[in-house]
């Protein structure tokens, strides 16, 4: 499976000519739904799901089924089971966004394995009950600090981790973030900017 990272949270998925895209967000390259198949939304936040951009896309989108995103019609998935998304299977995990101050924000949040090897969280430290070969791990956001993104790579324990959710960080706290990561977990982090692919 070819892996994009673009900006902040977006990740774009391909596998045998089909393209799966998670959290296009509205700081995301609209290049990363170019030839999308469909697309994942973890979450309703702005910096997830470009409301405008995938109303007109005329491709599935799956989201929680209970977020609130007016102006997008899409399927509505839960954490019980499996579906099969643009050819890729597709898991969804967990249930609720990670709390910044005294209880809120308080939505809908799922974090999606696909094909059994990459998981993508979205604003949630959720560990799911099976292993995962490469976690795209959250860098940054008001929700987190640096330990806990240690802790939850620790936890998993994947062969391989790239970091999503740092389109707030400058240069200097990015080198930060990456440093830690890099000392810390020994599970073959590697940064990826934005466009780029592995």
């Not at 959720?126 to 802790?151: C, F, N, R, Y």
Request: include cysteine; proline fraction near 7%.
């Amino acid at each position: 499976m070819r892996i994009t990272k673009y900006t902040h949270a977006c990740v774009r998925l391909e596998r045998e000519g089909r393209v799966l895209v998670v959290d296009p967000g509205v700081w995301s390259e609209p290049a990363a739904l170019t030839g999308a198949d469909a697309v994942l939304v973890t979450h309703e936040h702005a910096d997830h799901i470009d409301v405008l951009r995938l109303a007109g896309l005329g491709v599935p989108v799956y989201a929680p089924a209970d977020a609130h995103i007016p102006g997008l019609e899409f399927n509505g998935v839960s954490a019980d089971g499996e579906l099969t998304v643009a050819g890729f299977r597709v898991r969804p995990v967990g249930g609720r966004h990670a709390v910044i101050h005294g209880g809120l924000p308080d939505c809908a949040n799922l974090g999606y394995i696909v094909d059994g090897t990459v998981y993508h969280p979205g604003d949630s430290l959720h560990v799911p009950d099976q292993p995962v070969d490469t976690l795209l791990v959250p860098a940054q956001g008001s929700w987190m600090k640096t330990a806990e993104a240690i802790d939850f790579v620790r936890a998993i324990g994947p062969r391989r981790t790239f970091p999503i959710h740092d389109a707030q960080i400058n240069s200097r706290g990015l080198d930060s973030v990456n440093g830690w990561l890099t000392e810390t977990t020994a599970h073959g982090y590697r940064y990826l900017g934005p466009g780029e692919s592995i």
